[in-house]
């Protein structure tokens, strides 16, 4: 049974950062893809950031160079270092692990952490 933990959300004004980690139960380096998504009150769930098993980084258009992922193998986390935050990105975050197979993607996500960007 593996696990996903999310932790550092929080109330923070507009223009503040947060840091969120997520703590796998089992070593990271077991999954293809690792990221953050985030899904606001009466919207989808939206995809953030992510970072592949060779170290790439990929950003939605709306967080690219404002947010950075990052990764620590040795401690099984991954992490979400977000700058200048807005209102409209009041949302609860996700940790998403993905193990990329021929025939289908194993997605496995975390419970949340609540962000809250407000004055």
């Known amino acids: 049974q593996v696990q996903f933990v999310e932790s550092g959300g929080g109330l923070v004004q507009p223009g503040g950062s947060l840091r969120l980690s997520c703590v796998a139960s089992?070593?990271?380096?077991?999954?293809?893809?690792m990221g953050w998504y985030r899904q606001a009150p009466g919207k989808q769930r939206e995809w953030v950031a992510d970072i592949i098993s060779g170290g790439s980084t990929n950003y939605a258009d709306s967080v690219k160079g404002r947010f950075t992922i990052s990764r620590d193998n040795a401690k099984n986390t991954v992490s979400l270092q977000m700058n200048s935050l807005k209102p409209e990105e009041t949302a609860v975050y996700y940790c998403?692990?993905?193990?990329?197979?021929?025939?289908?993607?194993?997605?496995?996500w975390g419970q949340g952490t609540q962000v809250t960007v407000s004055s």
């Open positions: 998403n692990a993905q193990k990329i197979g021929v025939l289908h993607t194993r997605n496995y």
């Open positions: 089992g070593s990271i380096v077991s999954y293809d893809c």
